[in-house]
Structure formats: structure tokens, C-alpha cells
């Protein structure tokens, strides 16, 4: 249980929260509307994703005459095919998301660009794709079916490794310079018991209208970033200030390297799964098996969504929680997910379902309640 | 079966008549200025030839066919326009002077006009336009951009900016540069340079006969057509071919993404290459050849470069794979073993290889057109042109001979001509000296 401990008290009840009043009734209905439509793209997405690669598992290794390769190399190669014809598959459900938000002044971006910039990303996935398939293939060809276990533990290794990296490759951050954010840092990082954590802006300001901040790396490579959209307007500064300390509380309370030992614990009856699912054809040392690996890779994730999101909310609670203990500033909580939901557009109250699949953070009518329990608990 | 396009009937067909390949020093010395007086009549050739390209063009939209005159009057415009271009690239030696010589060492037969499509009449200058470019890629070279300037912004700050000018290809007019030199030094032109600059003629020929209305075939680039009068001689680093011209559409649409793979790993190679090549200069001063390892070694680097190359251009079908083994791939090249290398060749074998690398880097343009013209073929149609694709092999071919050359796994020039097959008799080059018939 070292990965489930929570600084949320036990027992915390939330109160109800009234979303029409909070956040008002025609933010509230536009938001509502406004999501509905992305979940419907997105459920869609999902039915055609999974029928492609459910007919790319089976006509799939059809492919391998396209290849001079040997088998690792005829593996990558169906492993990138099967990506792109995903890319293909996604790239008008994500265009009529694009549309959407466009239509409702969420995001800036032009069609055109939002498939540019979208190379630069899957390049890098095309790049994933084949270390992930040289390491299970090599694994598979040299040790047989007993490849998952060590296979889990190299991709848990990788992982940890790219959460430690990723802050090191990142050349299109700015440092923060708002003096009252950076005094307020210095306060919040003393009281969570952190060292200096560099705090970066990113610029997207030109693409999206959307507030966000987060939190990455481990250890040295620890870093907060916000974006442009959070430090203006609607936002105050006592609301950019909760949000600081929301970001540095996931440092304090080692949520980046609890969300490694997570991946652990699925990774490793994720490799099992995988090593039995692909033995029809002739076990993951076989090119033959990639499509189908594909497929059974997307169904796990799918299935785990609902425990990864569940998770994943865990520990945002417990960022808002420490958030309110260091800023003492339940209000401010308050008005910045109502700020949030402005910019975002996003659903105060989601349907029960979009939470389950889709709910990395808890709902904002939640987070309001909890502002409020926060409140009852600690103020006269 | 499609018809080979080296054995179908070109209405628009190059003619080299010039074996010696003897060049006057002192016309060479000044070619350029001497060409000037020609370079003015052809330009006002050119605009009467437009003029009448733009009757032609009506000419076949109202009856299918062009006039006999004015076919005869714009056929002698492109006749003059490969004489004179001939003569200022260091293809041909005597001064064309201000009419078509009938016998002129470089020349174009043109066959008497037929019925064209008029719907091939009527979009002909858009049809026409790859060709055009590629024509152009392939003679003087295509550049992007103005080279500088300065500007005024909307704040009113004046500053100077700078467009850095990038230029694909210019073969031929490399070719003659390099053509100029030799022929200076020596009194003849090299027959690889001359070969190649009269093929880029004979495709320029084509274009602008296509782009005229002479003809209605499209113009082929097929490196073939230059057999009647280029040869390739036998070279210790040959290109082989048994690769289809089918290609799977999606392959062909994520080609960059699926080559990304093969990328880095050339990169990583290539480092190893570097210290490898400076090991094989080493040895190769010191012991008079290159180690059995070694050329091994760096035989398989250039092997696979030349696989991804293929690939990434999609002038080669199948995904290669990641060792530079022979024959694993549809688009190969054969390298024969280590032999003896001159102590002298090897010692400056960075500077001897200079030329070769300019007229490599300048084929590497062409190169990139053609994978840009295949990558579109092929989506459309599921195949690649083969005159394209031979195109490109050929380019492939000189840029891994100049590799191979740099690299001491042979002390054999790489050869210029685009030409991707021998003739049966397969002539020896001559050896000495080693950068004997250059280019």
C-alpha cells in the first residue's frame, strides 16, 4: 500500500455543490453542450480505432512482403504501419474535434498547422514504436514466453528514465518572472518541505485559448510549467498562486514516481497478457504478431482506464488538498475552476461514464466541494 | 507487360556524334564570353518560339495538330537551344553560330508532327511542368529564395535580412565546371561529364518540345535513352537491380515516418564510419590496401546507404534491413573485394575526391526531385514510372561511387554518365590515371 496513502483526510465528506449557482447556468449548458459533442467524437474515435485495428490484426502481417527485413526489422515496420493507419483512422475525428473547439473560440489553431504540428509528435511515436518493439521482440526471441517479465521491467526502466529526462529536452520553455508568483514559490516549496523547483512558462497562446499547468520530472529534474494562458486574464493572482502550489504539492507528495511504481503494477500483467494473446501467432518474436499485439496493447489500455483514471484523480485531490494547506485560500480554489471551466469550456458535473473513461482530474463541481469541506474544516 | 521504355519510339530523340571528345583550350577558356553573341540570338529565338508555342497550343485545341511550319519553326528553336546549350556545357566543341548546323556534334532529331489529345492539349502547361522542373534540376538547377535585401517593418525599423538560398540540382551545369578544368588540363572533355551533361540535354530536349506541343509523348527520363551514345564501363562499384515498380500506397504515404527508424541508425553508423575511414586511410598508406575487416566494413555502410536512400525515395519498394548485407535488397550495390591502392591516390584522396562529391551533392538534388515526383506517381498509382526510377537509381549509383571512392574501397573514380547498365562488351575504363576519365 506504500503507492496509496493520501494527506486527504479520511472520511473527508464532500458537500454538494450546486453547479448552476457556482459556475452559472449558461456556462453551466454551454460547457455541457460543448462536451457533449467531444464525447460523442471521441466514443466514435474510439469504435473506429478499434475496428481498424481489429481488421489490421488480421490482415495485417499481409505486410511483411513489404519488407527485405529480418524479423525485428519486419516487426517495426508492422508496428509503424499500424500507427500510421491509426494516425489515419483518428486524423478526421480529431479535425471535427478541431472544428469544435474552433466553433466555440476554445482553440486558435488552423487545420493545416494542427496536422503539422502534429508530425513532430508522431514522428517520435514512429521512433517509440520501434525501440518498444526491438526490446519485446529481442526479449521474446532469446528468452521464449518468459520475455514478459523482463520486458515489463525494462519498459518500467524506460519510463522512468524518460520521466527523469523529459525535463532536460525541453528547449521551448521560458523561466517565470512574476516576482509576487516567485516570492509566493519560495513560501510554498519551505512549507511542502521542497527544494528549489525551477517554475517555466510555455507559450501557446497563439493555439489555444485553454488553461493549464503541470508538473514533471524526478528528483534534480524536477520542474513546474505554466501556461501563458494561466497568468492573464480571467485568472487572478491568488488563483495562479493555488495553482503553483497544486503543481509543486505533486512534487512534495512524489506523485511522478508513484505514477512510475503504478505503471509497475500494470505493466507487468500487461507483458503476461500481451505474451499469451500474441501465441497465435507464434508468441511476440514473431513479426507476425505485431497487428495483433497492437490490438490487445489498445484494449488493455482501454480496460485500465477506468483504475488509471481513478488513480490519477487520487492524487489531484490530494494536489488540491496540499494546495489548500499551504495557500489557506479556498476561494481562490473556487474561482479558478470556475475560471477554468470559462476557458476550457469544460463540464463542471461530466456524466458518470466520461469520468470513469476520461477523468484524469476529479469533476470542477468536485473540486469546489472540496474547497469548501477545506473551509468548514480549518476556518472559524 | 508495359513496353520497355528504352525500346519505344522517341519523337524527340538526342544524337551524339562526337567520339573524340577534343576540346579547343583556348574556345574552353573563354566558352562563356564566346557564347554570348549565340545566348542572345537564342533568347530572341526563345520569345518567337513561345510565341508560336502559344499557336500551336490553339493550333492542337482547334484541330488536333500543329501547322507543319510553325512545328518546323519551334522544332528548330529546341534544336538550336540543345547546339548552343551543347557547346556552352562543354558537350560539343565547334561554335553553333546563328542557325541550326545540321550536323552538329550534339543535336535533336524531331519526327515530322502527329494528332495529339486535345485534352492533353489544353492542360499541357501544367502536364508539362514537372518535366520542366525536372529539366531544369538537371541542367542549370533550380534555386528558392532572394539572396538579400532589406526591408521596413510595420513599426518602422529598417534592418537588412537575409534569405539563405538553397538550389537543387544543376547537374550538368556542375558537370561543365568540372568539365572546363579537365579540359583545360588535358585538350578533350571527360566522357562520363560530357555523358552526362548530353543526357540532361536530351531530357531539357524533350520538356520543351513536350511544353511546345512537337509532341505529345511525355518526355522519359529514363537514364537508358543515353546508351545509344554513353557507355558504363565496368567499375568495382556497380548498381543492381531487381526491384518491381509496384508500390502498397500506405508505405508509400508514411514513407518519411517508416524510414525515421533506419535514419538514426544511419547516423549512428556514420560515426562509426568516421573513425573507421580515418583507420582505412591509415592502413591503406601504410600497407598499400585496406584490411579484408575493414573494407568489409565500410562496404556494408555504403550497401546501406544505398538501401535506405532507395527507400526513403521511394525508388526502392521493400523496407530494408539494418545490416548493408548484399543481396537483400530490390536496389543493391555490388562492391567488389579489397585490391592494391597508389599510396599517392590515397594520400590525397580527400581533395582528389572533392569534384566527385560537388557533382554527387548536385545529383543528390536531382535525387530529391525525382523522390518528389515518384512519392506522388506512386500514390496516385500504386507504381513508380520506371524512366523515373532509373533516374534515380543512377543518381544513387554516383553518389555511392563517390562514397566508395572517399571511403578507399576503391582507388576507381567514380563515373558520371547516367547510365545504369553496361554495354555487353563491357569496355575496361581506363586506369590510368585512376582519375583518368573523371566524373
Redesign the interface.
Known amino acids: 500500500m506504500l503507492l496509496y496513502p493520501t494527506a486527504v483526510p479520511d472520511g473527508l465528506s464532500l458537500p454538494s455543490v450546486d453547479v448552476d449557482a457556482t459556475f452559472g447556468a449558461r456556462l453551466v449548458a454551454r460547457a455541457e453542450r460543448y462536451e457533449r459533442f467531444l464525447y460523442v467524437d471521441w466514443a466514435l474515435a474510439q469504435v473506429a480505432l478499434l475496428v481498424t485495428l481489429v481488421l489490421y490484426a488480421r490482415k495485417g502481417a499481409t505486410?511483411t512482403?513489404?519488407?527485405?527485413?529480418?524479423p525485428?526489422?519486419?516487426g517495426?515496420?508492422l508496428g509503424?504501419?499500424g500507427l500510421?493507419?491509426v494516425w489515419l483512422v483518428g486524423l478526421p475525428f480529431g479535425l471535427v474535434a478541431l472544428w469544435w473547439q474552433r466553433r466555440y473560440e476554445v482553440e486558435d489553431m488552423g487545420y493545416l498547422e494542427w496536422i503539422y504540428s502534429d508530425w513532430a509528435v508522431?514522428?517520435a511515436e514512429?521512433?517509440a514504436i520501434?525501440v518498444a518493439l526491438v526490446i519485446v521482440m529481442g526479449l521474446a526471441r532469446r528468452l521464449g514466453e518468459r520475455w514478459w517479465l523482463p520486458g515489463a521491467a525494462v519498459f518500467v526502466a524506460i519510463g522512468a528514465l524518460f520521466t527523469f529526462a523529459t525535463p532536460y529536452l525541453d528547449f521551448t520553455t521560458r523561466p517565470l518572472e512574476d516576482k509576487a508568483l516567485l516570492a509566493a514559490q519560495t513560501r510554498y516549496e519551505r512549507d511542502l518541505g521542497l527544494p528549489d523547483v525551477p517554475v517555466r512558462v510555455e507559450d501557446v497562446s497563439d493555439d489555444t485559448e485553454q488553461a493549464n499547468a503541470y508538473a514533471y520530472g524526478i528528483g534534480p529534474s524536477r520542474r513546474v510549467v505554466f501556461w501563458d494562458t494561466m497568468l492573464r486574464d480571467p485568472f487572478t493572482e491568488s488563483e495562479q498562486k493555488v495553482v503553483l502550489a497544486h503543481e509543486l504539492s505533486h512534487h512534495s507528495q512524489d506523485h511522478l514516481p508513484e505514477g512510475i511504481g503504478w505503471f509497475a503494477l500494470f505493466a507487468i500483467p500487461g507483458a503476461w497478457i500481451l505474451m499469451r494473446a500474441t501465441r497465435v501467432r507464434g508468441g511476440m518474436g514473431a513479426p507476425e504478431a505485431v497487428p495483433l499485439a497492437l490490438l490487445v496493447v489498445v484494449l488493455l489500455q482501454l480496460a485500465s482506464a477506468p483504475a488509471a483514471n481513478a488513480i490519477s484523480r487520487r492524487m489531484e485531490a490530494e494536489a488540491d488538498w496540499k494546495a489548500l494547506q499551504v495557500t489557506r485560500d479556498p476561494a481562490s480554489l473556487e474561482k479558478l475552476m470556475v475560471g477554468l471551466s470559462e476557458t476550457s469550456l469544460g463540464d463542471p458535473a461530466p456524466p458518470g461514464w466520461a469520468g470513469l473513461l476520461l477523468g484524469t482530474h476529479p469533476s470542477l463541481a468536485d473540486r469546489v466541494a472540496m474547497a469548501r469541506a477545506w473551509a468548514e474544516r480549518n476556518q472559524p | 507487360m508495359a513496353p520497355d521504355s528504352a525500346t519505344v519510339e522517341r519523337p524527340i530523340r538526342l544524337v551524339v556524334r562526337d567520339d573524340e571528345l577534343r576540346r579547343s583550350r583556348l574556345t574552353v577558356v573563354f566558352r562563356l564570353f564566346l557564347a554570348i553573341p549565340v545566348l542572345v540570338w537564342l533568347g530572341l529565338r526563345g520569345i518567337a518560339a513561345f510565341l508560336v508555342g502559344f499557336v500551336n497550343w490553339i493550333a492542337v485545341l482547334l484541330q488536333g495538330e500543329v501547322p507543319d511550319s510553325l512545328h518546323d519553326f519551334v522544332a528548330g528553336y529546341v534544336r538550336y537551344a540543345t547546339q548552343v546549350s551543347a557547346y556552352v556545357f562543354l558537350a560539343a566543341d565547334p561554335y553553333p553560330w546563328f542557325r541550326v548546323q545540321p550536323d552538329y556534334p550534339v543535336d535533336v532529331e524531331i519526327a515530322p508532327p502527329k494528332r495529339q489529345g486535345r485534352w492533353g492539349g489544353l492542360f499541357r502547361i501544367v502536364l508539362a511542368l514537372p518535366a520542366l522542373v525536372l529539366a531544369t534540376a538537371l541542367g542549370g538547377g533550380l534555386s528558392f529564395g532572394p539572396s538579400g535585401g532589406s526591408s521596413t517593418s510595420a513599426q518602422g525599423s529598417e534592418g537588412e535580412w537575409v534569405f539563405w538560398g538553397s538550389s537543387a540540382g544543376g547537374a550538368a551545369a556542375v558537370a561543365a565546371l568540372l568539365a572546363w578544368f579537365y579540359a583545360l588540363a588535358r585538350g578533350r572533355a571527360p566522357r562520363g561529364a560530357r555523358d552526362l551533361v548530353a543526357y540532361a540535354l536530351g531530357y531539357g530536349a524533350q520538356a520543351l518540345g513536350y511544353a511546345l506541343l512537337l509532341t505529345g509523348r511525355y518526355p522519359s527520363s529514363d537514364p537508358a535513352l543515353a546508351e545509344p551514345y554513353a557507355e558504363l564501363p565496368r567499375h568495382p562499384v556497380q548498381m543492381v537491380v531487381t526491384d518491381s515498380l509496384e508500390r502498397s500506397r500506405l508505405t508509400v504515404l508514411f514513407r518519411l515516418f517508416l524510414a525515421i527508424p533506419h535514419i538514426v541508425w544511419i547516423l549512428l553508423w556514420t560515426i562509426a564510419v568516421l573513425f573507421a575511414g580515418i583507420a582505412a586511410w591509415f592502413a591503406a598508406l601504410a600497407t598499400g590496401g585496406v584490411p579484408q575487416g575493414l573494407h568489409r566494413f565500410l562496404a556494408a555502410y555504403v550497401r546501406y546507404a544505398v538501401h535506405v536512400q532507395a527507400y526513403l525515395y521511394v525508388i526502392g519498394r521493400r523496407f530494408p534491413g539494418f545490416t548493408g548485407q548484399p543481396g537483400t535488397y530490390g536496389i543493391d550495390l555490388e562492391i567488389d573485394p579489397p585490391r592494391p591502392q597508389s599510396r599517392w591516390l590515397t594520400l590525397f584522396r580527400f581533395f582528389l575526391a572533392i569534384p566527385a562529391l560537388l557533382l554527387a551533392s548536385a545529383l543528390g538534388g536531382v535525387a530529391l526531385l525525382v523522390a518528389f515526383l515518384v512519392w506522388w506517381y506512386a500514390l496516385v498509382r500504386g507504381s513508380v514510372p520506371e524512366g523515373l526510377r532509373n533516374l534515380g537509381v543512377a543518381c544513387i549509383r554516383y553518389q555511392e561511387q563517390a562514397s566508395a571512392y572517399l571511403l578507399l574501397l576503391t582507388d576507381r573514380y567514380p563515373y558520371a554518365a547516367p547510365v545504369l547498365q553496361g554495354r555487353r562488351h563491357e569496355p575496361e575504363l581506363s586506369v590510368e590515371p585512376a582519375v583518368g576519365d573523371a566524373f
Open positions: 505486410f512482403r513489404e519488407s527485405a527485413a529480418g525485428l526489422g519486419t517495426m515496420l509503424m504501419l500510421a493507419i508522431l514522428a514512429f521512433l520501434c
